[in-house]
């Protein structure tokens, strides 16, 4: 769903540099600040993450379940803690074409879709 991502970073580092790779992180971590989204910390840069360590199928408010993610997929992210009670899990990632927030459940299952959005 995310479209074209393997050897995405790579690609980039080549084509921009350590430096305009470092900013575009940094950019990606804006974006997700930027929504505000109530009770998810801000983050100051997201790190690299591979689709084979993260969730893969998350589950919307309706109680399906979709996959949105390939495992062989390179995406930048970050796990925070935060909510109202200071102990949620969240899930902030990006691509090149979206920003999605999911909160964790145990140990860092059952991610429960929060937010899917186009950049």
Same mark, same amino acid.
């Given at each position: 769903?995310?479209?074209?991502?393997?050897?995405?970073?790579?690609?980039?580092?080549?084509? =921009?540099?350590? *430096?305009?790779?470092?900013?575009?992180?940094?950019?990606?971590? +804006?974006? /997700? +600040?930027?929504? *505000? /989204?109530? !009770? @998810? &910390?801000?983050?100051?840069?997201?790190?690299?993450?591979? =689709?084979? #360590?993260?969730?893969?199928?998350?589950?919307?408010?309706?109680? *399906?379940?979709?996959?949105?993610?390939?495992? #062989?997929?390179?995406?930048?992210?970050?796990? @925070?803690?935060?909510?109202? #009670?200071?102990?949620?899990?969240?899930?902030?990632?990006?691509?090149? #074409?979206?920003?999605? @927030?999911?909160? %964790? !459940? &145990?140990? =860092?299952? %059952?991610?429960? %879709?929060?937010?899917?959005?186009?950049?």
């Amino acid at each position: 769903m995310e479209g074209k991502t393997a050897g995405m970073m790579r690609r980039f580092r080549e084509l =921009g540099g350590e *430096e305009r790779y470092r900013q575009f992180r940094k950019q990606l971590a +804006n974006e /997700i +600040n930027a929504l *505000e /989204i109530p !009770g @998810v &910390p801000e983050v100051d840069i997201l790190e690299e993450m591979q =689709g084979s #360590d993260i969730p893969r199928e998350y589950a919307l408010c309706c109680g *399906e379940k979709y996959s949105l993610l390939r495992k #062989d997929g390179e995406y930048f992210g970050a796990r @925070v803690t935060g909510g109202f #009670d200071g102990m949620s899990q969240y899930l902030l990632l990006a691509g090149m #074409d979206f920003l999605l @927030v999911a909160e %964790l !459940g &145990p140990a =860092g299952t %059952l991610p429960e %879709l929060m937010l899917w959005k186009r950049r």
